[in-house]
């Protein structure tokens, strides 16, 4: 995967490249594991109920607000890519 990451398209994210090119070589649930589920279902939670990460910005796991980030990110790439896909304008 470092070799997608390094040459991947900049007209797509990272992600894109991955969901497109991944099952090409490699069984994708074999990438994946239970933890990364978890964390997606766990960024929804968070942004769906309001549930804070921690009590204070400080307290907060780092590492999690980065993966919050890349996953937030990655969201809002699939939807522009759809919008565009079925002929909505750009936003």
Known sequence: MGLIANAHDQKRSLGQELWYLVPLFANPK????????????????????????????????????DHFTIIKNELASVIKHEQEKNGRPKS
């Open 30 to 65: 074999y990438l994946l594991d239970e933890y990364n589920f978890n964390l997606i279902n766990e960024y929804h939670y968070v942004k769906e109920y309001n549930i804070p990460l921690g009590r204070t910005l400080n307290e907060t796991d780092a590492i999690k607000l």
